[in-house]
Structures are given as C-alpha cells and as structure tokens.
C-alpha cells in the first residue's frame, strides 16, 4: 500500500542544517557540533533522475497517530513518527521525542525542587547547584525497552543533552562506597492507569554501572531546560542503556545493600532489558544495555528510467560502538545480503543506512537485517524483533 508524500514533506520541524566547506553538513544543538553525513559523488546514486512517487507503509503494526500527544499521566504516550528522518535532521526535535509515561498533575515544580539523598550525609542536592555545573554532554540515544510494533517502534529517539554526571555527586552524597545506589522519581498520580502500567520509577546501579555508562544527571535538553514530559526538573540519563533506568522527576538518591531487592521498574521490566527471569537482588541485574540493532524506517518508490526501485531507509543504533557491517533480508528463504551504503554520523548515537531494492514479484515481505560479525551480541536482532512487513501490488 502507498501513502501520500505529504508524510514525507510536511510539518519538517526538525533541525535545520548549514552547509559546511568539504562536504560535510554540521548544525549546532544545545553547544554540540555535529557532524552530518558527508555528501556522497551524485555519479554514485543509483536514484539519480528519478522520480519519488510514494513511500510504502509498514503493515501489522499499531495504528496510533504519530508526533501526537496520547492519554495522561502514566497512560501518556507519544510514538516519534522515524519515517520522517533523514541524514540532515539526526537530533529529534524536543516536541516529537517519544514519552513514556507523561508529568503527573501531582507534580508540583513551583517550590524549589532538590534531590533528597539518603544516606550518611543527609543533604540535598539543590536544583540551583545542578544547573550551574550543568554541561553540554553531547547527543545520547533513548529508546524504551517496550518498543515494540504496536507502538509502530516509535519509542526511540536522539537528544542533546546538558547535566552533571552522578558519579561526580557520589562522593558529596557520601555514596562512595555504597553497593548500590538507587534513584527514585517522583511518581504518584492523579488517575489510576487504563494500561497495566507499575507506576514508581526507580533503578538501582552499581557504582561501577554509573561510572562505566556515563550516566548523569540532566537538566537541559535540546539546548532547553527540560519539559515536564521529559522529567523535568531533572532526570537522569544513562547512555547505550533502555530507557526504563531513565529515571524522570528525580527527587531521592541513596544508598542499598548487596541484598535489596529490584525495584517494581527493574522488575516490570526484567524480561524487556534480558534479564535471565526475575533475578531476587538488584546486584544480580545485568545492566540494561541496548546491543546493536537496525530496521528500516521508510520505503521510498521511485521511477528511474522507466523503471521502479526501492530505497529502503534505515538506523542503526545501540552497541558501544557505530556498527557499519550490515546484511540484508527481504524474505526467510532468500539469503542476506549487504545493505547498500551504511553511514554511521560522527557523534551520531544512531546512523542512516540505505538500501537499493528491486524487488521481482508482488506479495509480501519481511525486511530483517543482522550483522555480518557474529561475534557481536545482538539480542533483539537475533530474536527478530524489529522485523518489518510490506506488502507491494505490483514491482
Ligand atoms: N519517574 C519516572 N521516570 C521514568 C518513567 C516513569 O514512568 N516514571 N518511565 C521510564 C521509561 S520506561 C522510559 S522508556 C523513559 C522515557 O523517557 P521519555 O518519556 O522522556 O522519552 O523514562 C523512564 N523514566
Ligand atoms: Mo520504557
């Protein structure tokens, strides 16, 4: 089925970009440089002279509008519209970053806000101190471990960030030697929740989780302090981590032992973050990492020279480092094969891929793509979890 090329055109409001000497496009977000794709020789694509005549839409997913504003509270929602991205526009917009879970009428950010600490040292960390050390700490990718078809995998999404890092409160806080360490958000309600949400966010870190990922305390986003959607005051972000240890509306931190058990999130989300069942202790938690994935985001229908082609648009996202090696499979019985041109951006927590495809019969198709290392662990790939279906009338 084809839709109009409005979807692709209107409503752009992402960021704009400037031309750079040296073929390179760079914009500026919140103080980060970024570092755009660079442009490759017109002679190379295969696309040139042709005309876009529609995008395919993706089939047996959810069909909740897009970029919208859904239900409140723990029920709120909004599914980032991916088919809109493109190698100039890599930060998603504030107003069109996913939300899981939106600010409660509760939520009362009028009074001054700080962080209560529970441990020996009994202080608080005031929201005035977090935004003078707040720095810009480049673009980190979130995605929601429950990203799943019927949100059409639009849980994911890429923002500028500003904070502090928490391992350089720890010592402040006394919670240098702590085992774990917890960071709760505020989370008490207005309306029960219609979906079978959990409602109290919090997570549980080891020292060395909050060390090795980076993680810190944010205060701005997209150059902006943060909206109540987004968590603010503060929230914390972990990088290369799901969303579910994002924590919003941070209000305690403090210290647990060896033995405490996982917090409702850490256990509402055990299956989701590839936890062997429900483990009884936080300590015997892996960390919630995201390994390396990809899926297409958009199928555009040309006519070249008479003649239709496919480009197939993609991410490619999660790992510790960009994953360039990319294969290829339209349908279980046909083998994979390499994906066209992959484009990992500097500085870019997700890149673009595109693939030419010139399909040979009408019917369906199952658009998965793995990585041609097998020694790199990709859970969800392996699991086809971001399997995407087209079906096409006619090539
Ligand atoms: N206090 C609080 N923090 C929270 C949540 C929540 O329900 N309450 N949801 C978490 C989940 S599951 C995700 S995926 C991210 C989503 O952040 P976003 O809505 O800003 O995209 O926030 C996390 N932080
Ligand atoms: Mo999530």
Same mark, same amino acid.
């Given at each position: 089925? &084809?839709?109009?090329?409005?979807n @692709?055109?209107?409503?752009?409001?992402?960021?704009?970009?400037t =031309?750079?000497?040296?073929?390179?496009?760079?914009?500026?977000? #919140?103080? $980060?440089? @970024?570092?755009?794709?660079?442009? %490759?020789?017109?002679?190379?694509d295969?696309? *040139?002279? #042709?005309? &876009?005549?529609g995008?395919?839409?993706?089939?047996?997913? !959810?069909?909740?509008?897009?970029?919208?504003l859904?239900?409140?509270?723990?029920?709120?929602?909004?599914?980032t519209?991916l #088919?809109?991205?493109?190698?100039?526009?890599?930060?998603?917009?504030?107003?069109?970053?996913?939300?899981?879970?939106?600010?409660?009428?509760?939520?009362?950010?009028s009074?001054?806000w700080?962080?209560?600490?529970?441990?020996?040292?009994?202080?608080?960390?005031?929201?005035?101190?977090?935004?003078?050390?707040?720095?810009?700490?480049?673009?980190? &990718?979130?995605?929601? /471990?429950?990203?799943?078809r019927?949100?059409?995998?639009?849980m994911?999404?890429?923002?500028?960030?500003?904070?502090? +890092?928490?391992?350089?409160?720890? !010592?402040r806080?006394?919670?240098?030697?702590?085992?774990?360490i917890?960071?709760?958000?505020?989370?008490?309600?207005?309306?029960?929740p219609?979906?079978?949400?959990?409602p109290?966010?919090?997570?549980?870190?080891s020292?060395?989780?909050?060390?090795?990922?980076?993680?810190?305390?944010?205060t701005?986003?997209?150059?902006?302090?943060?909206?109540?959607?987004? !968590?603010?005051?503060?929230?914390?972000?972990?990088?290369?981590?799901?969303?579910?240890?994002?924590?919003?509306? =941070?209000?305690?931190?403090?210290?647990?032992?060896?033995?405490?058990?996982?917090?409702?999130?850490?256990?509402?989300?055990?299956?989701r973050?590839? *936890?062997?069942?429900?483990? /009884?202790?936080?300590?015997?938690?892996?960390?919630? %990492?995201i390994d +390396?994935?990809?899926?297409? =985001?958009r199928?555009?229908?040309?006519?070249?020279? !008479?003649? $239709?082609?496919?480009?197939?648009?993609?991410?490619?996202?999660?790992?510790?480092?960009?994953?360039?090696?990319?294969l290829?499979?339209?349908?279980?019985?046909?083998?994979y094969?390499?994906?066209?041109?992959?484009?990992?951006?500097?500085?870019?927590?997700?890149?673009l891929?595109t693939? =030419?495809?010139?399909?040979?019969?009408?019917?369906?198709?199952?658009i998965?793509?793995?990585?041609?290392?097998p020694?790199?662990r990709?859970?969800? @790939?392996?699991?086809?979890?971001? $399997?995407?279906?087209?079906?096409?009338?006619?090539?």
């Open positions: 089925m &084809l839709h109009s090329l409005d @692709l055109t209107t409503r752009r409001k992402w960021m704009g970009a =031309v750079l000497a040296g073929g390179a496009l760079a914009a500026t977000i #919140g103080g $980060v440089e @970024l570092l755009r794709f660079r442009r %490759t020789a017109a002679a190379e295969p696309f *040139q002279g #042709g005309k &876009l005549v995008a395919l839409m993706f089939e047996d997913e !959810g069909r909740a509008p897009l970029d919208t859904l239900g409140d509270e723990l029920d709120g929602r909004r599914f519209d #088919g809109r991205l493109d190698r100039d526009n890599l930060a998603t917009p504030t107003d069109l970053f996913y939300i899981r879970t939106r600010a409660s009428h509760l939520l009362d950010t009074r001054p700080s962080i209560r600490v529970s441990s020996p040292a009994a202080v608080r960390i005031r929201m005035d101190e977090l935004k003078a050390q707040a720095e810009p700490r480049g673009l980190h &990718l979130m995605e929601c /471990a429950g990203n799943t019927a949100a059409r995998f639009g994911i999404s890429v923002a500028a960030w500003d904070g502090v +890092p928490l391992s350089r409160c720890l !010592g806080m006394r919670l240098e030697k702590a085992a774990g917890l960071v709760s958000g505020f989370d008490r309600y207005a309306a029960k219609l979906t079978p949400s959990v109290g966010a919090s997570w549980i870190f020292r060395h989780d909050i060390e090795n990922s980076g993680a810190f305390l944010a701005r986003m997209n150059g902006e302090p943060l909206t109540p959607d987004h !968590g603010a005051p503060v929230r914390l972000v972990v990088p290369g981590w799901y969303g579910c240890a994002c924590i919003k509306w =941070v209000n305690m931190i403090g210290p647990v032992d060896e033995a405490a058990e996982p917090t409702s999130q850490m256990q509402e989300y055990a299956a973050t590839h *936890q062997r069942g429900m483990p /009884a202790r936080a300590s015997e938690y892996q960390p919630a %990492t +390396p994935a990809a899926m297409p =985001v199928i555009e229908k040309w006519l070249v020279d !008479g003649r $239709v082609k496919f480009k197939v648009v993609g991410i490619v996202w999660g790992g510790s480092q960009p994953a360039d090696n990319l290829i499979r339209f349908r279980p019985e046909e083998p094969v390499p994906v066209s041109r992959v484009q990992p951006a500097a500085h870019s927590p997700w890149g891929w693939h =030419v495809w010139t399909p040979r019969q009408p019917g369906v198709y199952r998965r793509l793995r990585l041609a290392d020694s790199i990709t859970r969800r @790939l392996d699991a086809g979890f971001y $399997v995407r279906q087209v079906q096409l009338d006619q090539v």
